[in-house]
């Protein structure tokens, strides 16, 4: 079963929208861009309701914060990590520790301005815990994984094919980085790269950021190795 990935910028970070037999979007971007989502969809030629599930990658501010207005436009469970929820239930804006120097900069500055950010709390229906998820039954071949490292409920999605869709366990956008790189931020380095070790013992070969272009697996399988 082939699937269609659709792109859609929610801000500095990105929604990806899979299609196959089912539809499903992963994360949520940044506050305030419901119609955003919508247009993206449109342009798709999708209508908000065909979609099933709008899988959270984590509980970042920037990958939560239109998950509301996206629930609220395609009626869809909204579903993350166990170990996340409170997060996005309780409008929480936490930041995972700079793990670089550039990391320590830039969370610095990030955090200056969490306080002019709103997060819409929304309930969260599906409350996964470490176990694999399959998705087949919104009719997408692949699972759904629990990569902790970036935070502690971080999950990721592998599709059967191979593409795999990381939120922030990899990072691919300046200001962030210049070219694919291990995430800059991590409450867990040493989860992060287990958590990719899996990835690739599952078959990951394409790895989709939540921020910037897709690139091959194995820029990962070096990075941990080194």
């Not at 920037?62 to 579903?79: I, N």
């Amino acid at each position: 079963m082939k699937c269609r990935i659709h792109t859609i910028p929610l801000g500095f970070n990105q929604c990806y929208v899979i299609q196959a037999e089912g539809i499903i979007a992963i994360d949520a971007g940044e506050p305030g861009k419901g119609r955003q989502f919508e247009r993206g969809l449109a342009r798709a030629g999708i209508k908000p309701r065909d979609v099933k599930l709008i899988l959270i990658t984590h509980g970042h501010w920037d990958h939560v914060g239109s998950a509301r207005e996206m629930k609220d436009a395609t009626g869809a469970p909204v579903a993350m990590h166990e170990q996340d929820v409170h997060l996005l239930e309780e409008s929480l804006k936490p930041l995972s520790p700079g793990v670089t120097p550039w990391g320590v900069v830039l969370g610095g500055a990030v955090k200056r301005a969490l306080p002019l950010i709103h997060i819409p709390p929304v309930e969260v229906d599906i409350r996964l815990g470490d176990e694999v998820y399959p998705l087949h039954e919104y009719g997408i071949p692949g699972s759904v994984v629990h990569t902790p490292g970036h935070t502690y409920g971080s999950l990721s999605v592998l599709l059967d094919s191979g593409e795999v869709f990381v939120g922030d366990l990899a990072m691919n956008k300046f200001p962030l980085c210049f070219s694919p790189k291990l995430s800059i931020f991590a409450v867990d380095p040493s989860k992060v790269v287990d958590s990719w070790k899996r990835l690739l013992e599952r078959g990951a070969r394409t790895v989709y950021p939540a921020h910037g272009r897709p690139f091959p697996a194995e820029i990962m399988r070096k990075a941990i190795s080194t």
